[in-house]
C-alpha cells in the first residue's frame, strides 16, 4: 500500500543565497523522494515522499533535518499512496515478500549468470514491480533464465533473495496464464511436473522427448548425437521407473489442488 | 559405524548412475552405511517450485514425512535435492499457513511431519563426519601429481550458509589435496553450469560450460571433480557441443568426489563406474590405476 507524504523544507540563511541547486540535487537523490518543487515565502521546497509505511515518514524526515543546510522541516500532509495492486500480489506470494527492502544497489544484476540474457536485470524487475508494471513484469524473460545458481542471494545487502523472487515470479506467471515467446523453459517446467505426476520420479528421456515434441522437434536432432552416448552408457534408462506410492502421491496431490492457495 | 537415510534423487538412477555406483561402493571403506529411503519420490527440484508453492512443498513433504519414521539424517549426494529439500524444510517452518495445508494434505495419504529431519550432502557428511584424517590414513593409492579443478556447483553452499564459505569454499580443495592430487586454482569453482536450463536454454548453458572449462583448462587442470550429478552431466555430456560451438578442444574428464575417493581408497575399480563418463578418464588415472591393480 505505502503512504505518499507531503513535507516543507526552510534553508539555512547562509545557504539559502547559492545553495539552492545542490539542496535540490541532495534532496532528489533520496530513493524515497519523487519530486522537489522549489517555492517562496515561509520555506524553500516542497517535498513528495512515498515510504513504506506511516512510521518511515519520520525516519525520511529525521535524515533530512539531519543535514546542516536545512533550517527546519514541516510536515504539511500525510495519505495513503495511490494503490499497486501488483506490488501487493508480489508482496503476498511466498518469496515476494522482500521487493519493498530493495534499496536498488544493483548487486543482484552484477552477480547474475544469464542477466545478459534477460529482458530486465534483477534489479529493473524489482523497480518495475514498485512501480506496477505488472505485464511487462510477469511476460518478460527473465525469471525464465534464474538458473538458481543464488549467487544474488547470498550477497544481497538486504536480504531480498531475488532469486525467491524470479520463483515467486514464475510462479505468478503460469497462474495467469502469461507467457514470454522467446524462453521454452515453462514448457520444460511443464513437462518436470509431468513426469514426477505421472511416476513420482523423473524419466529424463520421456521429460526431453515430450519436451522437444512441444517446442521444436527439430532441435532434437541435435541432441540425438548425446542421447546416444548417454544411451550407450547406461545413463538414459528407456523406462520410466514407477513408484510403489504413486497413488498416495497423488492422493497428496490432489488434496493440494483443492486447497489450492498459494501460488 | 554411522548410519544414515539415503535419498539418491531421480538422476542416480539415469544420467548420473556413476554417482550411486561410486556412492555405495565407498561407504564401506568409510565406515558408514546408507539406507536408501523406501520408495522415495522426485524432490521436485526447482522446476516443480517454480510452477506451484502447495504441490512443490507436498512433494518434497512426503519424502521428509518418511525421512522422519527412520530418526537419522537425510543424506543425499545430488545438489539440487539438497537445497530443495532444505528449502521445504524452511518453507515449512516459515510459513505457518503453509504447513497447516501441507499437513492436511500429508493427512489424507496417512502421513505426518513434525518438521524434525535433517537434510545433509554426502560431500558434507564425508568431509565433517569422517573427516579428511580418517581418510587420509586410508589412502591406498595416492593420486600423486593429479591436477584436479574443485568444482562445488552454486547449491552446495547456496542459498544457506552451512558448513563451508558461500562465495569461495575451500572443503573440496582440501579433500583433494588429502588424497595426494593437486587442486588446482580455479576462480569460478562455485559458479553456474546452467544446471537445468541446458534443455530449454541450451545456448546460454553451452555459455557457462565454456567458462568453466576455461576457467579449470587454463589452471592446469587434467580433469574436474564434482559435488552434483547435474554439473557432471553439462561438462561431460556437453562438453563436445562446447568445443563445435567455441572451437575449442577441451577433453577433460569430469569425475564425481565419490569416484576420485574409491580410486584413492584402493576400492575396485569395477564399481565406481569410471566407465560411465563421456569423456574417459582412463588416461589421468593411468598412473594412480596401474598402482591400484595389487590392491584389487
Known amino acids: ?263 | 559405524m554411522r548410519y544414515y537415510s539415503y535419498f539418491p534423487g531421480c538422476s542416480l538412477e539415469a544420467t548420473a548412475v556413476a554417482y550411486g555406483l561410486s556412492t555405495q561402493a565407498i561407504t564401506g571403506a568409510l565406515d558408514m552405511e546408507l539406507i536408501e529411503l523406501e520408495d522415495w519420490n522426485c524432490c521436485g527440484s526447482t522446476p516443480y517450485g517454480s510452477t506451484n508453492e502447495l504441490e512443490s512443498l507436498c512433494i518434497a513433504a512426503r519424502n521428509l514425512a518418511l525421512a522422519e519414521k527412520t530418526g537419522l539424517d537425510l543424506v543425499t549426494p545430488c545438489s539440487s535435492c539438497y537445497t530443495t529439500l532444505n528449502r521445504a524444510n524452511s518453507q515449512l517452518r516459515e510459513y505457518p499457513d503453509l504447513k497447516g495445508k501441507v499437513d492436511e494434505c500429508l493427512a489424507t495419504a496417512g502421513l505426518e511431519y513434525k518438521g524434525t529431519v535433517k537434510i545433509r550432502h554426502l560431500f558434507e557428511v564425508i568431509f565433517n563426519d569422517t573427516g579428511l584424517k580418517t581418510i587420509e590414513s586410508k589412502v591406498m593409492n595416492p593420486l600423486t601429481g593429479l591436477r584436479v579443478a574443485p568444482y562445488y556447483g552454486c547449491q552446495l553452499v547456496r542459498p544457506e550458509p552451512s558448513f563451508d564459505n558461500q562465495q569461495n569454499p575451500q572443503s573440496l580443495d582440501r579433500l583433494i589435496a588429502s588424497l595426494g592430487a593437486e587442486p588446482v586454482p580455479f576462480p569460478l569453482k562455485d559458479r553456474c553450469c546452467g544446471g537445468s536450463l541446458i534443455i530449454p536454454e541450451l545456448d546460454l548453458a553451452l555459455g557457462l560450460i565454456h567458462q568453466l572449462l576455461e576457467s579449470a583448462g587454463s589452471n592446469g587442470a587434467q580433469c574436474i571433480v564434482t559435488v552434483c550429478p547435474l554439473c557432471q552431466t553439462n561438462l561431460d555430456a556437453y562438453q563436445g557441443m562446447v568445443n563445435s560451438k567455441f572451437g575449442t578442444s577441451y577433453n577433460l574428464p569430469i569425475l564425481f568426489f565419490t569416484q576420485l575417493l574409491g580410486v584413492a581408497l584402493g576400492i575396485e575399480l569395477q564399481g565406481l563406474g569410471l566407465d560411465k563418463g563421456v569423456i574417459s578418464a582412463e588416461k589421468v588415472l593411468a598412473p594412480s590405476v596401474t598402482m591400484a591393480e595389487p590392491a584389487t
Open chain 1, 1 to 263: 500500500m505505502g503512504t505518499k507524504a507531503y513535507l516543507m523544507v526552510k534553508m539555512e540563511m547562509s545557504y539559502a543565497r547559492d545553495g539552492h541547486t545542490d539542496g535540490m540535487k541532495e534532496l532528489k537523490a533520496m530513493p524515497e523522494i519523487e519530486t522537489v518543487e522549489p517555492v517562496s515565502g515561509d520555506y524553500d521546497f516542497v517535498i513528495a515522499a512515498t515510504v513504506d509505511a506511516p512510521v518511515r515518514v519520520a525516519s525520511v524526515a529525521s535524515e533530512i533535518r539531519a543535514k546542516e543546510w536545512v533550517k527546519n522541516l514541516d510536515v504539511l500532509k500525510v495519505e495513503p499512496a495511490a494503490p499497486n495492486p501488483f506490488l501487493d500480489e508480489v508482496c503476498s506470494t511466498p518469496g515476494g515478500e522482500c521487493v519493498r527492502w530493495c534499496v536498488q544497489c544493483g548487486m543482484c544484476s552484477a552477480s547474475c549468470p544469464n542477466v545478459g540474457k534477460m529482458d530486465y536485470s534483477p534489479r529493473k524487475i524489482i523497480a518495475l514491480i514498485r512501480a506496477g508494471r505488472r505485464y511487462d513484469v510477469l511476460t518478460s524473460n527473465s525469471m525464465w533464465v534464474c538458473a538458481s545458481c543464488y549467487l544474488c542471494t547470498v550477497r544481497c545487502p538486504k536480504d531480498v533473495k531475488p532469486t525467491e523472487l524470479m520463483h515467486a515470479l514464475e510462479r505468478l506467471s503460469f497462474h495467469h496464464g502469461l507467457r514470454h515467446g522467446a524462453t521454452s523453459t515453462p514448457a520444460m517446467y511443464n513437462a518436470f511436473v509431468n513426469s514426477i505426476n505421472n511416476n513420482g520420479r523423473v524419466h529424463e528421456l520421456g521429460l526431453m522427448s515430450k519436451f522437444y515434441l512441444k517446442t521444436n522437434p527439430l532441435a532434437a536432432l541435435k541432441m540425438i548425437p548425446i542421447g546416444l552416448k548417454l544411451l550407450s552408457r547406461g545413463r538414459m534408462p528407456l523406462k520410466p521407473r514407477k513408484i510403489r506410492g504413486i497413488n498416495q502421491l497423488k492422493t497428496i496431490i490432489e488434496k493440494a489442488n483443492v486447497l489450492g492457495g498459494a501460488q
